[in-house]
Structures are given as C-alpha cells and as structure tokens.
C-alpha cells in the first residue's frame, strides 16, 4: 500500500480554508454539536430524526449553511427549504447524503443522496443556490437529478489532484465496480470512472451494501466497511485519474456484529473502523509498510460500555468523534495521528444535551481534513515542540518529560513521503535535536517520533 502526504500547494489550500465548513453537526434524534466552543458543545434546534446517514454544511466561517438527512433539507433557521423534501435518501442508508460545493460558483452545493438497500433510487444529485430564499438556501428545479442505479448506500468526496475539482466516489451493487464522479466548473460528468477492483458487494441479504465508505483526506486511498463480511478493504485511489486499485483486506473478527463506520486520521497514517458490537474501536498503522504489516498492526484502542458503535467522524477540532447507539454522549479519539494508545480514546468526551444518537453522524468532503491543525487539550503537554515554525536555516525539536529515558526513532519525510532524516537517540540524554534545513527543498515535512508503546506525528514548514 503506498503511502504519499499531500503535495505542498493542496495542504495549503486546505489548512487556509475548508476545515470550518464542518462546524456545525446535526445527526441522530434531535442530536447536535458545535465547534465553536473547545471541546465542541450540544446545540439545540435541529429537526433531523434519522437512524443513520445525513450531512450538514457551514460557510467557510463557521455558520451554519443547511443540513439534511437525505430526504429533506432544512436551512440555517431550522425551517424546510423550499423544494427541500422528496430526496431520494433513505432513513436507513449508511451514507445518505453528502454536501459538496460547486468550484464554479460560492453559492450553489450539490447535495448527493445514496439510497437505502431493497429500494430502486439512484445515487443522486440535487442542486442548492444559497442566494434564492433571502440568503437561507432552495432546492432548484435541477432535483433527483440520476447519476448511477443499482448502488449500495456508500457514497464518498474528496479533491481531485488540482485542488479544486471534487471526485464523488460511489460503488454499484451487484459486482465490484467503484464509479467516480468528476465535478468541475462546469457541472458533473455524468459518466464515471469505473473501477472493477476488490469484493462484490451482494449477498442473499443485501448487507454489504451497509457500511461506511471515506476517501483518506489527502486523496490517495479509500477504506471500505462491509458490515455482513465483517471486514474492511483499503484501496488506493489515484485523485489524478479517479482509479482504485490494490486491494487489501483488513478482519475479520470472531463473536462479532459487523464493522461500520470507517475514518483515516488527518495526515492519513492511522485508518480506524468501528464494530458495532461488542462495540470496538480499531486502529491500523498504515505507515506499518508492507500490506502484511499494515494487516498485522490491528490494534483495538477503544471499547464503548454501551456495546453498539456507530459512525466515526473527524472534526475540524482534528478529533475523531464516535457516535454510540441510544447514547447522549459521544466518544473520542482526541490525538488520531498518534500510534496505538497514543491516539487517546476518551469516552463519553462530549454531551448531547437533551439529543441522542443513532447510527450515523454527518457525512463530509473529505479533504476538509487534509493534515488539519488540532486543538491542544486542557492540562496535555505538547509531545514535542518544532520552532521556529516556518524555518528557514535550521529547525529544533524539543522533546517533552515523557520521551526521557526511552530510545526514541526520529524520522522526518517530505511531501512525497521520501525520509529525508532519521536518527535514534536517549531521550534522557538529548531533550534537543538542532537540524539545519538550508538545503532542503521548499515546502511541508512530517515529523514522527517513536519510542516503544509511543508515537507522535508532526509537521513544519520550511521556507
């Protein structure tokens, strides 16, 4: 499985933008959050009462926009959009709806509905003109518009390689075809992509075609549950030519009930994935190497008491969230580019207020979340600090107190994903590393430090 960080003027644009769009959440009975507020806190008002799939939207600072469950779409006042209702969503699709913004025009979003099993829709696309309404947002006449039929409930979006058209990836029912759809300026090329790669998804019952499926943020891979299989597949995905290829299969697990949501951490090195019950939570090393290695380094980093996981979600906190079946909390992964424990799975971390869970949380265009800055937890000392940040001549690592003692492995890689510096050190005996950079290329690097039981990723700037 190959590994590449995102090119130096994508990560740009996405740090310098997307990751607000994904403030505001509405999801599950009544259930909404906020990430105004550090850690994110319950909002009130929402009208969505939806056993799985729905998406939600904000502008790009941070006011909400709409939201939808994939039947009907509400605006920012919580009011029914005009020409908002008879999507073709299900209640009970894994992955409804999903909100992706015109790169031709601010004001208009396709929203993409993905049926429930058993039923005859489409995947679908309908357009909203946020200018129509008095600024709250319409449905236009361009409704139920079909791009595919004969889908599972998987439906996914993330930037084609230029950074500014969208690739919406969905897979047929039936065979083992992916479609990937390209969305420029000037509209959707109704004719996909097709790639006949990995598992069929079909079976006596139809439940392969529940389950999450989420392109990494960064755009080179794509994770895959399917629930009745009990396992996950991981692909790469080529965001130049909309191609999936290399399949590798991730399970299964014995005494167990299906494997559900799916989430990559946001500099996409950890792939996590919930099991519904026992209620699980398992993380895979995709920096590990080969796909035997990256097989091997299952590691279960979390198990919810309430025994029935849902979705799993990353915030633009760079947070992983996990939604919990009839819970009013949710849990949390606060740290999900760290190795193993390091992740630190919190449970019920935040609260609902007088909303509830389901199965599902909102669904969004992945690459809001490419290498994402996150939010220092209260009283959680930095692993390490880089400074000065950008650097120019020369750049210092500075470990914290609970590296002293260990051997500790520093490598640093550059955009490509080639290492360019590694050395093993006693942390007891070297707190610092100085590096002169002067010599390298322009661009953004990525920091690891590992020591037994530990990892730490990072990333620096050089001018």
Not at 171 to 197: C, K, Q, R, Y
Not at 312 to 330: C, E, H, M, W
């Amino acid at each position: 499985m190959k590994i590449f960080p995102a090119l130096f003027f994508v990560t740009l644009s996405f740090q310098a933008s997307a990751q607000l769009e994904a403030s505001n959440w509405f999801f599950g009975i009544q259930a909404g959050i906020t990430f105004s507020t550090n850690p994110p806190s319950a909002l009130s008002g929402g009208q969505i009462n939806q056993q799985e799939g729905c998406c939600s939207i904000s502008d790009d600072e941070g006011n909400l926009l709409f939201y939808s469950d994939g039947q009907s779409v509400w605006d920012r006042n919580h009011d029914l959009m005009p020409n908002g209702t008879g999507l073709l969503g299900g209640v009970s699709s894994t992955q409804s709806s999903i909100v992706v913004q015109d790169p031709g025009n601010d004001m208009k979003y396709y929203l993409i509905t993905a049926p429930q099993q058993a039923t005859t829709n489409p995947l679908a696309y309908s357009i909203i003109d946020m200018s129509l309404n008095g600024g709250n947002g319409e449905v236009t006449s361009t409704k139920n518009v079909s791009l595919q039929e004969n889908v599972t409930e998987k439906v996914t979006a993330v930037y084609h390689s230029n950074g500014t058209d969208v690739w919406v990836i969905t897979h047929e029912f039936g065979n083992n075809e992916f479609d990937a759809f390209l969305i420029t300026a000037s509209g959707i090329n109704t004719t996909p992509v097709v790639s006949a790669v990995g598992s069929v998804h079909d079976n006596s019952n139809n439940s392969n075609v529940i389950g999450y499926m989420k392109a990494s943020p960064c755009g080179n891979q794509l994770a895959v549950a399917l629930w009745s299989a009990d396992y996950l597949e991981l692909f790469d995905f080529d965001n130049a030519t909309g191609t999936v290829s290399h399949p590798v299969t991730l399970g299964s697990w014995t005494a167990s009930s299906g494997v559900y949501g799916v989430e990559f951490s946001p500099d996409d090195s950890r792939l996590y994935a919930s099991i519904i019950t026992p209620g699980y939570t398992i993380q895979w090393n995709l920096l590990a190497g080969d796909d035997a290695a990256i097989i091997a380094s299952a590691d279960t980093i979390g198990t919810s008491p309430v025994g029935f996981n849902g979705a799993l979600q990353t915030g633009p906190d760079a947070r992983i969230y996990l939604v919990k079946f009839g819970s009013n909390t949710l849990d949390c992964i606060t740290n999900p580019n760290g190795l193993g424990s390091a992740c630190n799975y919190v449970q019920d971390f935040i609260s609902l207020g007088a909303g509830f869970g389901q199965l599902g949380l909102p669904d969004f265009f992945s690459s809001y979340f490419c290498n994402i800055e996150g939010v220092q937890d209260v009283n959680v000392q930095q692993p390490a600090n880089i400074f000065p940040n950008p650097a120019q001549d020369a750049v210092t690592i500075s470990l914290s107190n609970e590296w002293y003692g260990k051997e500790v492995m520093l490598r640093i890689f550059n955009a490509l994903g080639q290492e360019v510096y590694n050395s093993q050190l006693n942390a007891g005996a070297i707190p610092q590393v100085s590096l002169p950079v002067n010599n390298w290329s322009k661009g953004v690097y990525f920091l690891n430090i590992a020591a037994t039981g530990k990892a730490y990723s990072e990333k620096f700037m050089k001018l």
